[in-house]
């Protein structure tokens, strides 16, 4: 049975996305909270296709499992300042810098504090397999206000709004001092 709010007791683990996990994906990027902020699937497009269109050479997905149950999606990237899909927009920052992105595909998880929490985890696990990162950016629309609640609630601090093909995003910047310190 699904609790209405997120547990204490609850344990967040991270699988690598492999081709078993493509009629998932598929299925999470056409809901509407998903589509609505990520791109979409052109028609007829293979997830696959559409997961390379979207992310640069250095993207690492994964299915984000709660208690063992798929719930959502989150990747980092390795931040490239020579191509577009990897940071080539983004302000100078620490050369130490991963970006993230994420989302709750299953609809009966969002708006329970999920999010807030497998960030969090996240963020722990992704230092343990890139020690030297000193910085995470995520990059909301501004009008996402329920990721920017969240974003601020695991430690992410807004920086400057910015334009990229054609959007408008929030930098937000975590500092990995933040979680040796909590």
Known sequence: MLN???????KFTFKQVTNDDLPLLHKWFQ?????????????????ENFLERIRSKETFGYVVLLNG???GYIQYYKIDRSMPKAGAWLPELPKATLGTDQF???TQYIGKGYGTIFIKDFITYLHTIEPD??????????????AIRCYEKVGFKKMIIFEKSGARHWLMIYQIEHLIAS
């Not at 209405?4 to 609850?10: E, F, P, R, V």
């Not at 509407?32 to 997830?47: A, H, M, T």
């Open 4 to 10: 209405t709010k997120a547990q204490a007791d609850d």
């Open 31 to 47: 809901e509407p909270q998903v589509n609505r902020w990520w791109p979409v699937l052109k028609e007829g497009e293979l997830i």
């Open 104 to 106: 709750i595909g299953d």
């Open 69 to 71: 149950v798929p719930i």
């Open 133 to 146: 990162i000193t910085t995470i950016i995520v990059d909301p629309d501004p009008e996402n206000l329920a």
